[in-house]
């Protein structure tokens, strides 16, 4: 089973601030199966990117993911104050989908 | 519109079998690529994705659940129901249904969630 590692578990920011959040894979994965998400306490994940770097409907553009192999980044230009929230990877192999840790990008 | 939405039981004893229903709307699992999976977070943590159904009643289960795990779909009601056996505390948790497509293995669409709470 592939293990993701999400880094930094927290990151601390000030609206207007770019945003760098790793997923790392214990091997590598398909850069069309690796997608992210954000979620919002009390609520369902909301699906962000897909194929690493393909922004799903209605996302802004501040949003971008990027990265193959076992190393991805999700990237948020500048920070909106709906963006403080936790963000997710999520890839799928040969055993299924897992998640990484999650980051939880909160405010400075 | 694409909608999903869990019911089930909000309170489960130890042992116990528990029964979740995502009921949905907006697509069918009649249609070829379609699927349905369940992913569940227990509270403060991490997301874990437990079962996937397909159109054409293939079923795929999580390694390490699998043993406890039956996912199945009624299509004429739009329904995929999960039960789960041997309910323990540590599977409190917040149980989501979610959608997903041949060829796109991400979570396009997710229902709001339900609580389940394991105890005695």
């Known amino acids: 089973e592939i293990v993701l590692t999400q880094s930094p578990g927290t990151l601390s920011l000030s609206p207007g601030e770019r945003a760098t959040l790793s997923c790392r894979a214990s091997?590598?994965?398909?850069?069309?199966?690796l997608a992210w998400y954000q979620q919002k306490p009390g609520q369902a994940p909301r699906l962000l990117i897909y194929?690493?770097?393909s922004r799903a409907t209605g996302i802004p553009d501040r949003f971008s993911g990027s990265g193959s192999g076992t190393d991805f980044t999700l990237t948020i230009s500048r920070l909106e104050p709906e963006d403080f929230a936790v963000y997710y990877c999520?890839?799928?192999?040969?055993?299924?989908?897992?998640f990484g840790p999650g980051t939880k990008v909160d405010i400075k | 519109q694409v909608t999903l939405r869990e019911s089930g039981p909000a309170l489960v004893k130890p042992t116990q079998t528990l029964t979740l229903t995502c009921t949905f709307s907006?697509?069918?699992?009649?249609?070829?690529?379609?699927?349905v999976s369940w992913i569940r977070q227990p509270p403060g943590k991490a997301l874990e994705w437990l079962a996937l159904?397909?159109?054409?009643?293939?079923?795929y289960y999580s390694t390490s659940l699998k043993t406890r795990l039956t996912i199945s779909k009624d299509t004429s009601k739009n329904q995929v129901v999960l039960t789960m056996t041997n309910m323990d505390p540590v599977d409190t948790a917040t149980y989501y249904c979610?959608?997903?497509?041949?060829?796109?293995?991400?979570?396009?669409?997710w229902g709001q969630g339900t609580l389940v709470t394991v105890s005695s």
């Open positions: 091997q590598s994965v398909s850069s069309s199966y």
């Open positions: 979610a959608r997903t497509q041949l060829g796109f293995p991400h979570f396009d669409y």
């Open positions: 194929g690493a770097s």
């Open positions: 999520q890839q799928y192999g040969s055993a299924g989908f897992t």
């Open positions: 907006g697509f069918s699992l009649s249609t070829s690529g379609m699927c």
């Open positions: 159904i397909d159109w054409d009643d293939d079923k």
